[in-house]
């Protein structure tokens, strides 16, 4: 079997990366596509935890984290930092049983936090939570992996295999089933794979294919100096903030409502990142944020159900699919979402014979 997989951002890299391992694969040809500095990798926090309020989504951070922290090599390869995290999700109702999840996968790294421990953790707007009732949950072993580093490590790996073509740079056009033609060159395989983020969309589109529920969607957090306290990795459905470490400062957004953005078209918010600076400081009192950081903004590619995964492209069959729809380079599940993609790909293979006469 030999896959085709265009797009070298993390998804892209780390799908490669698992194929060239799978001993039913032939042949792996990656080709990176020219805008690397600009897509969702260079630009994520790379916050990494096993809760998540959506089940299937939770059980690829799970699977994700566990496999990051049993292998030393992707340690290494992702400079992952244990800074611990807290979720405070927007409904309580399943929390128990979702950190139950987390908590079997991870014994030890697991507690529940009522609102009143919240408050002596420096939160503030909790004060009408007075009961002991759990509103949150705390990860220890949860923390930030450096996503760029990751991407450029899996890359290098591929480069030493004997099995994978890394392509040159160069716009990618005229994509159909098992082909497509890089800087004026065809290429074919058995199986092309869009792992091309922000800009799968457009490709689709301009190749007569449906894009089945992909569309574009602006991500952007401010870097703010911090002076002393910080609230460290965290997620706040209440208020929409989220927030890690950023070397001595610290990393605070808000999900925006910029969709449909055309793949080079993404501007700094600056009232969003205005409203992050007060925001921010009402939540966390003891935060003291220095103003006229100027936002960072990247685009990447949504899916209906906010996930990374392997899909196919109607009429192609199976020929052409698509790895993407996650949301800010998806860092916390691409690991198992890789793994699940790379064995269904090699699984339709054994059932289907793509490829053979």
Not at 55 to 67: K, V
Not at 103 to 108: E, F, H, Y
Not at 176 to 190: I, K, N, S, V, Y
Not at 336 to 354: E, K, P, W, Y
Request: aromatic share 6%; glycine share 12%.
């Amino acid at each position: 079997m030999q896959v085709s997989v265009i797009g070298g951002g993390l998804a892209g890299a780390l799908l490669a990366w698992r194929l060239a391992r799978q001993p039913d694969v032939d042949r792996v040809s990656l080709a990176p596509g020219a805008a690397r500095d600009r897509d969702a990798t260079a630009a994520s926090g790379g916050a990494v935890r096993g809760y998540e309020t959506e089940p299937a989504q939770r059980r690829l951070a799970i699977d994700s984290l566990t496999e990051l922290l049993s292998d030393d090599r992707l340690r290494d390869w992702a400079g992952y930092t244990e800074t611990g995290s807290l979720y405070r999700p927007l409904e309580t109702a399943q929390l128990e049983a979702g950190a139950a999840e987390v908590a079997d996968a991870l014994p030890g790294s697991v507690r529940l936090l009522t609102a009143g421990q919240l408050r002596e953790l420096g939160w503030a707007g909790t004060e009408d939570d007075a009961g002991e009732e759990p509103v949150a949950v705390a990860e220890r072993q949860a923390g930030y992996l450096d996503p760029e580093r990751l991407r450029s490590s899996a890359l290098a790996d591929l480069a030493g295999r004997g099995n994978v073509d890394l392509l040159p740079d160069g716009a990618v056009t005229e994509i159909g089933p098992g082909r497509f033609r890089l800087a004026g060159t065809e290429h074919g395989a058995d199986v092309v794979v869009l792992a091309t983020g922000a800009w799968t969309p457009a490709l689709l589109r301009d190749g007569g294919w449906d894009g089945a529920g992909l569309r574009t969607k602006a991500i952007q957090y401010t870097i703010f100096e911090v002076a002393d306290w910080r609230p460290g990795t965290f997620v706040d459905e209440v208020t929409g903030l989220y927030g890690k470490p950023a070397g001595a400062g610290q990393l605070i957004g808000l999900p925006t409502q910029a969709w449909d953005v055309p793949p080079d078209g993404p501007q700094p918010d600056q009232a969003l990142s205005d409203t992050v600076f007060s925001l921010a400081q009402q939540r966390f009192p003891r935060l003291r944020l220095a103003s006229g950081a100027r936002p960072v903004v990247a685009l990447d590619c949504y899916s209906e159900d906010f996930r990374l995964a392997l899909r196919p492209v109607a009429g192609t069959d199976g020929r052409l699919r698509t790895f993407t729809g996650g949301s800010g380079g998806a860092a916390k599940t691409v690991l198992a979402a890789s793994a699940q993609a790379a064995g269904r790909l090699v699984g339709a293979a054994d059932r289907t014979q793509v490829g053979s006469a």
